[in-house]
C-alpha cells in the first residue's frame, strides 16, 4: 500500500502530471493528420494548437490538479471527442472521422482531466485557434458570392504580371476567368486554365489571420503595433498567394500540365508554412523589444 501510494504520488507530481497531458495531447494529432493526408493544410492549425499549448508550459505547470468531479466530466469530454463523427455525420456528411472539431474537444477534456478549472483560461488560445480553423469551409462559402465579380479582375492581375516576365499568356475572348497558356514547347497545343474562387488564395489568409489573432493576443504591446503587424502579416500573405501562383503558371509554361499539377498540390503549403514562421520570428525579433518581454512577470514556482 505504501508503494502505491508513492509511485502515485510521483505520477502525479507536476513534472509528471505536465508531461503527461502534452504526450496525450500530441498522440491524436497522428489521427488527424491521417485523416488529412489527401489535404494537408488542415493539418497546419492543429499543429499551431499543440505549439501554443507548448508555449505554456511554465503557465500550466503552476496549476493545481483537477477534482475527482472535473476529471470525471474531462474523461466523459475526451470519451466523446472519438464519437462526434456520430453525432455529427446525420446532420454533416462530409464531416471528419477525426478532424480538428474532435480534437477541440479532445484538448478541451484533458485540460479538465489535468488541472484546475482555472486552467481553462490558457486553453482559450489553442481552442479558438482550432475552433475558428474549422469554420474555414463556411466562411468561404460566405464570402464566396461577394468576390465572385471581382476574380476576372485578379486573373487579367495576374495575366499581366505573367507577360511581364515573357510567359505568354491571356484571357479567353469567351470566359474572362479562362486563361489561355502557350507553353515554351511550340508544338504543344496551349494551355485552357481556369482561374476559380480557390485560386484567390482566402484559405492561406484565413488561417494566417486566425494564427496572427491569437499570436497577437497573447503578446505584450500597444494595440496600434499589434493592428500594423496583423496589416503587414495579411499584405505579406496576400504576396505570397501571388509568388505561388506565378509559380504554379511558370511550371506549366516550361513543363507541362503535368508536372504543374504536382507543384500546384504542394507549393501552397510549403510557402505558407516558410512565410508564418519567417513572419513570427520577425515579429518575435522587432515587436517583443526586451522592455516590453521584461514588462512580462513571470510568477514563479513555488
Known amino acids: 500500500m505504501e508503494n502505491i501510494k508513492k509511485l502515485r504520488a510521483t505520477f502525479l507530481s507536476r513534472e509528471n502530471r505536465l508531461n503527461s497531458f502534452y504526450v496525450l495531447a500530441f498522440l491524436p494529432l497522428i489521427l488527424v493528420a491521417y485523416f488529412y493526408a489527401q489535404w494537408p493544410f488542415g493539418i497546419v492549425i492543429p499543429i499551431y494548437g499543440f505549439i501554443i499549448l507548448a508555449l505554456k508550459q511554465q503557465k500550466l505547470s503552476l496549476c493545481k490538479e483537477a477534482s475527482l468531479i472535473q476529471k470525471l466530466i474531462g474523461l466523459s469530454a475526451t470519451a466523446t471527442s472519438f464519437l462526434l463523427y456520430y453525432l455529427l455525420f446525420p446532420f454533416f456528411p462530409n464531416a471528419a472521422f477525426y478532424g480538428a472539431a474532435n480534437y477541440c474537444v479532445y484538448l478541451l477534456g484533458l485540460f479538465l482531466i489535468f488541472f484546475e478549472l482555472n486552467a481553462l483560461r490558457e486553453a482559450f488560445s489553442p481552442l479558438f485557434l482550432i475552433a475558428a480553423a474549422i469554420s474555414i ?6 464570402i464566396e458570392p461577394l468576390f465572385d465579380p471581382y476574380i476576372p479582375h485578379f486573373a487579367s492581375f495576374i495575366v499581366a504580371i505573367l507577360n511581364t516576365i515573357g510567359i505568354e499568356i491571356r484571357i479567353s475572348p469567351y470566359s474572362p476567368t479562362t ?18 474562387w480557390g485560386c484567390v488564395g482566402f484559405a492561406s489568409m484565413f488561417i494566417f489571420s486566425v494564427i496572427i489573432v491569437v499570436v497577437l493576443a497573447e503578446s505584450p504591446g500597444k494595440f496600434k503595433t499589434k493592428t500594423l503587424w496583423y496589416i503587414l502579416g495579411i499584405v505579406g500573405t496576400f504576396f505570397v498567394n501571388l509568388l505561388r501562383i506565378v509559380l504554379i503558371f511558370v511550371t506549366d509554361y516550361f513543363y507541362g500540365y503535368e508536372v504543374g499539377a504536382k507543384v500546384h498540390y504542394f507549393i501552397g503549403y510549403i510557402l505558407f508554412i516558410a512565410w508564418t514562421t519567417v513572419f513570427l520570428y520577425i515579429f518575435q525579433k522587432k515587436a517583443l523589444s526586451p522592455r516590453l518581454v521584461s514588462s512580462v512577470q513571470v510568477i514563479p514556482s513555488t
Open 137 to 142: 469551409n463556411f466562411v468561404s462559402s460566405l
Open 179 to 196: 486563361m489561355i497558356l502557350q507553353t515554351s514547347n511550340a508544338t504543344r497545343a496551349p494551355l485552357l486554365l481556369e482561374f476559380v
